[in-house]
């Protein structure tokens, strides 16, 4: 076991989640990766390996017990869960998802040519298998009868204020789908402004809850939304609109 992951070792037992020594050796392997390509092009400003372990991996994998909670209560099944990680990035949260639920079926997508081809080496080094890895826009792909109302799940952090978030994200939930989105400080104000858009498409709130990471001395939120109602053919919009006039 790689004993550099020492704080996310400790930090997964916090949060109630066992780590094989397998994982470990995966997450290991995916700093060392991230580490070796920030090099060449910007994938994150944290990459030193407290911070990978605390401000990633375990800000990351602090959503699961929330949204396994609530699974519990649906119909969904666990076993074959399909999940999309929109504007992936560096593969947060999708990938360190994905290695402690390793039966969950992944996308990750990203519009960003150079970090597709990050998230391709990091899933073929990990050999992790049910993900594929997509490049493009949600306005676009939320569009494609490929993507839209394709997922039980739809995750995303870092990518947008909320009022815009919901509307890339909603149109990829199937109906009864989850969307779960992980919010730093400020969160606050920017669910009063989006309430109407998740409204509006489709969405119903079932928890926005403050969250602690071990080890890290910061705010967290999750803001997780059930799907009842099916979004609007017109959503999401494209021509950048979203962030240029946000629903809310």
């Known amino acids: 076991m790689d004993l550099r992951m020492d704080l996310l070792v400790s930090g997964c037992e916090e949060l109630g989640i066992p780590l094989s020594e397998r994982q470990v050796e995966q997450f290991a392997t995916?700093?060392?990766?991230?580490?070796?390509?920030?090099?060449?092009i910007n994938l994150t400003a944290i990459d030193d390996l407290m911070g990978v372990q605390t401000k990633h991996f375990l800000d990351s994998l602090v959503g699961l017990s929330l949204i396994r909670e609530e699974l519990k209560n649906s119909a969904l099944p666990l076993a074959r869960l399909r999940a999309i990680d929109?504007?992936?990035?560096?593969?947060?949260?999708?990938?360190?998802?994905?290695?402690?639920?390793?039966?969950?079926?992944?996308?990750l997508l990203d519009g960003t040519g150079k970090k597709v081809?990050?998230?391709?080496?990091?899933?073929?080094?990990?050999?992790?298998?049910?993900?594929?890895?997509?490049?493009?826009?949600?306005?676009?792909?939320?569009?494609?009868?490929?993507y839209r109302d394709q997922f039980d799940l739809v995750v995303a952090r870092a990518v947008a204020r909320l009022d815009t978030l919901v509307e890339y994200l909603l149109p990829f939930a199937r109906q009864r789908g989850y969307v779960m989105a992980y919010k730093g400080p400020g969160a606050g104000e920017e669910?009063?402004?989006?309430?109407?858009?998740?409204?509006?498409?489709?969405?119903?709130?079932?928890?926005?809850?403050?969250?602690?990471?071990?080890?890290?001395?910061?705010?967290?939120?999750?803001?997780?939304?059930?799907?009842?109602?099916?979004?609007?053919?017109?959503?999401?919009?494209?021509?950048?609109?979203?962030?240029?006039?946000?629903?809310?």
């Open 30 to 40: 995916y700093f060392d990766l991230l580490a070796e390509w920030n090099q060449k």
């Open 86 to 107: 929109v504007g992936s990035g560096a593969g947060f949260p999708g990938l360190p998802l994905k290695i402690v639920w390793p039966e969950l079926r992944l996308v």
């Open 117 to 146: 081809r990050f998230l391709e080496e990091v899933v073929s080094a990990l050999k992790l298998t049910g993900v594929d890895v997509v490049q493009g826009r949600a306005e676009e792909l939320g569009q494609s009868e490929l």
């Open 191 to 248: 669910f009063m402004e989006a309430r109407k858009a998740i409204d509006l498409l489709g969405g119903e709130v079932v928890r926005f809850a403050p969250v602690t990471v071990p080890h890290l001395d910061e705010e967290r939120r999750i803001l997780l939304i059930k799907k009842p109602r099916r979004t609007p053919p017109q959503y999401p919009r494209g021509q950048g609109l979203p962030r240029k006039s946000p629903l809310g």
